[in-house]
């Protein structure tokens, strides 16, 4: 079952991360607006805010061990709280590392097709919300880094994956020449839902140096916050974030 948050929320050094915020926003509103008007909070339109996989399909394991799922869980936690503190309604579809899987399931197989589905529909339930799903990438290559924005084939992704993917440049890591890109059609989740859709691979657990940031509690709280000043800066009007149905 999904989870509403963020009415009220506690997080360390929130000055810190009010600090942060608010110059994200600023350089975000800085660069040249190419496609679409932004406007902070013109559209109460819920963030539906997906932490992939959990429970016993960890994801993609790090090269110390730690399992994609606990790190985007982190990732989705503080975002939600940053969003809370401005104001925008999110829902969480998971707030602990569990799967969404029915209780009918028996193999790790079904459990994550049970998952995906029920994902599916919870998104579906929620009237004009845009998805945010949090996931880490990997590589056999550890040379390979850097955040990346994939968009689903719905109304409005594209203009909000190409906005998050310059504020994560702008925001986080200035070298990073990585392009927002349509989701591959393989991508249960991102394929089968109707509103703005966008996943977010957060970086690489196969590279040493991004996978120790990536499980930092500081640079987690930083990827957060550029998250949410991108998200709070989004395209708006229905050209760009209209629902397909």
Partial sequence: MFVRRNKKFL?????????????????????????????????RAPLILDAGHGGEDGGAVSVTGVPESQINLSIVRKLDGILGFYGQPAVLLRQEDVSLHDEDAQTLRQKKTSDLHNRVEL???????????????????????????????????????????????DGLDSENTREAKQIPDTVYLMNHVGCPAVLVECGFLTNPTEEAML???????????????????????????????
């Fill in 123 to 169: 998104v579906e339930k929620i009237d004009g919300g845009i998805l945010v799903s949090i996931h880490q990438n990997s590589y056999p290559e550890a040379r390979y880094h850097g955040a990346q924005v994939f968009y689903a084939p719905t109304q409005g992704s594209q203009a909000l994956g190409q906005h998050l993917q310059m504020a994560l440049r």
């Fill in 215 to 245: 499980r930092s509690e500081d640079y987690q709280r930083k990827l957060a916050a550029v998250l949410a000043g991108g998200l709070l800066t989004r395209p708006q009007g229905p050209e760009a974030l209209g629902t397909v149905r």
């Fill in 11 to 43: 997080l360390p050094g929130l000055a810190a991360l009010a600090l942060l915020l608010t110059l994200t926003l600023g350089l975000l509103w800085l660069r040249p607006k190419s496609h679409a008007a932004l406007s902070p909070l013109s559209s």
